[in-house]
């Protein structure tokens, strides 16, 4: 069974337009996260999400809006799309302890815009 | 900015050796955790030591941290094939990891 998916896999886009990334978690965990991954494998944290409500964002453009409807989901919404966002997202989910603890990884989106 | 700096960067041994990889981190931490990544695919959690902790074992992996000079080892024994990924330390606090560069490791058969 898969404990955190993410859909879709692959997205290529043109540029300016908008786009959504899905990710579900059956762990039953109250913490959810989106990640970025760039060409050189730098991976930096985008936003949390604690019991639905947002608990970091990491100074990530607004065109960028997660939505969590349930602890279950967070979902991203990315207007305006720029060959800058060109990366590898990564959902991830936590039990939710404040200091940090072991996150379960989704495969990753690769959006590539053009 | 990254937290953390990983080295070497990438690491090429023959099966059956033994591979570490070194991470230096700047801010206080609560824990330092280790991931590894398959090409293409997500990160996996290897194992974690909290700040109070030395050394910690699990397997093949052996993880210490030193937090007077903010840095952490990951070594793995006897490595084989499978163990071709890219590896990363992340610092956790606060709801949110922090990640190093990371460490490709290239095993050789």
């Known amino acids: 069974d898969t404990a955190v998916s993410q859909t879709p896999k692959y997205l290529v886009t043109q540029m300016g337009n908008d786009k959504s990334i899905k990710c579900e978690q059956n762990?039953?965990?109250?913490?959810m996260y989106w990640y970025k991954q760039d060409s050189k494998k730098f991976l930096k944290i985008m936003f949390s999400?604690?019991?639905?409500?947002?608990?970091i964002n990491e100074t990530v453009p607004n065109r960028f809006s997660p939505k969590s409807p349930d602890k279950a989901h967070l979902n991203l919404h990315i207007n305006s799309l720029e060959l800058g966002d060109s990366a590898v997202y990564f959902c991830?989910?936590?039990?939710?302890?404040?200091?940090?603890?072991?996150?379960?990884f989704g495969p990753g989106t690769r959006l590539t815009v053009l | 900015s990254q937290q953390g700096e990983e080295d070497p960067q990438a690491l090429s041994i023959q099966e059956g050796e033994n591979a570490t990889m070194n991470c230096s981190y700047k801010?206080?931490?609560?824990?330092l955790q280790w991931y590894r990544q398959n090409s293409g695919r997500g990160l996996v959690h290897l194992i974690l030591?909290?700040?109070?902790?030395r050394e910690k074992h699990s397997g093949r992996l052996r993880v210490t941290l030193d937090t007077s000079k903010k840095s952490s080892s990951l070594l793995i024994t006897a490595s084989r094939a499978a163990d071709t990924a890219s590896y990363f330390c992340?610092?956790?606090?606060?709801?949110?990891?922090?990640f190093g560069s990371g460490t490709r490791l290239l095993v050789r058969p």
């Open positions: 992340a610092t956790g606090s606060s709801y949110k990891l922090i």
């Open positions: 999400y604690n019991n639905k409500e947002l608990i």
């Open positions: 762990l039953g965990h109250d913490t």
């Open positions: 801010t206080s931490i609560n824990n």
């Open positions: 991830a989910s936590s039990l939710g302890l404040a200091e940090g603890g072991e996150q379960f």
């Open positions: 030591i909290r700040s109070n902790e």
